[in-house]
């Protein structure tokens, strides 16, 4: 016969516990039982109550082996499930560079198409940063739907408009957009793998550098143009010099939206922005104001979007009326309190949880 499994200190005090309760009871019974129907006397009387000490007694003990061992199930399922949820995690991460690469892959076998001369040239192969950044996008931007749902809302800007360039154009949900309601437009975006998806799409785009692009274009050529989510990968000469050939290369009255992630909302910074490793510098909406206002642009205005829902935010105390209005020092005292709170969170509110990007919209004169 083999020897007796191990029981851990847990298992054993719980056992032990259930033992004493058990005991316990059977002997509060049988007093019970014994005195059922008849007077106590004296003796009996303190019998009984000593053993009904004792028995509330074990019951505490052995309550308490319950609720740790409760807890220590409750922990181990916890434990359990996050190990699956972190594996789902690096499944999802590993699936979404996988699909693109897929996608690129399916992409090299299909034999190239006779064009014209003048048609785009070829696009090469994708290096694999480009479809390791795209899927990053996929994955923490949103999907395409979300994407264009946003960027939905600056489609009026453009009415009437010809000849509109998107400036790193990504994967082409704006000018999908653009197509849809009638705008002449095309892209340019210097990730190979988001011109390949813009292209699969039938959009007008190319590869290469947004400012080369530009400067190839001819003087008050432009209807109009716009860059969402690009500045922030910018170096502030870079951009300096973005902002003064494209104020040139627009026509008199045609507009220049530029959308990128709010610096001044805390969340937005500590999220958004420095999650992705490829961002420069973060700017200011005052600063991109200005920046707009310097190169001539008129009627420049800030336009918020995306605001942080209202669960993630501080909430306020609301108290009752009699509370507010009483006279007792004591419920005074608590009013002011949940006053201060009250101001104290609508500040952290203005500076930690508002819009998590913005837009510096404005005109050529």
């Not at 090299?108 to 090469?124: F, G, N, Y």
């Not at 192969?125 to 939905?152: M, N």
């Not at 653009?178 to 699969?200: F, P, T």
């Amino acid at each position: 016969m083999g020897a007796p499994e191990p029981v851990d200190k847990s298992e054993r005090e719980r056992l032990d516990a259930d033992a004493r309760y058990n005991d316990a009871l059977t002997v509060f019974d049988r007093i019970v039982a014994a005195a059922r129907g008849r007077e106590l006397s004296v003796e009996e009387t303190e019998q009984l109550l000593h053993t009904l000490i004792v028995f509330l007694q074990q019951i505490t003990a052995f309550v308490d082996t319950k609720d740790r061992a409760l807890a220590a199930g409750l922990r181990t399922r916890f434990e359990r499930l996050e190990a699956r949820l972190t594996d789902i995690d690096e499944l999802r991460t590993r699936v979404g560079v996988l699909q693109r690469q897929v996608r690129v892959s399916d992409q090299a076998r299909i034999p190239p198409r006779v064009t014209r001369s003048d048609a785009p040239a070829a696009v090469p192969p994708v290096p694999q940063q480009d479809i390791v950044y795209v899927a990053f996008e996929d994955q923490f931007r949103g999907s395409d739907e979300t994407v264009a749902a946003k960027l939905s809302t600056y489609v009026p800007i453009f009415a009437g408009a010809s000849d509109v360039v998107d400036l790193g154009c990504g994967r082409g949900e704006f000018l999908s957009a653009l197509k849809a309601a009638g705008v002449r437009a095309r892209g340019v975006d210097a990730n190979a793998e988001m011109i390949a998806v813009a292209r699969d799409r039938g959009l007008d785009v190319q590869l290469g550098d947004a400012l080369e692009y530009l400067r190839s274009t001819d003087d008050e050529s432009l209807g109009g143009a716009i860059a969402t989510q690009v500045v922030e990968h910018l170096a502030p000469p870079y951009l300096f010099a973005l902002l003064d050939v494209v104020a040139r290369k627009l026509r008199p009255g045609a507009p220049l939206v530029i959308e990128t992630i709010n610096p001044a909302c805390w969340l937005a910074f500590f999220s958004s922005y420095i999650r992705d490793l490829t961002h420069v510098r973060p700017i200011h909406p005052d600063t991109l104001l200005y920046l707009l206002r310097a190169n001539g642009f008129e009627r420049v205005q800030i336009r918020y979007s995306a605001p942080v829902p209202d669960h993630v935010k501080l909430r306020s105390i609301d108290l009752p009326a009699e509370i507010l209005s009483s006279a007792d020092p004591s419920l005074s005292a608590l009013a002011r309190t949940a006053h201060a709170v009250n101001a104290n969170a609508a500040i952290l509110n203005s500076f930690l949880f508002t819009h998590l990007d913005y837009a510096a919209v404005g005109f050529r004169p």
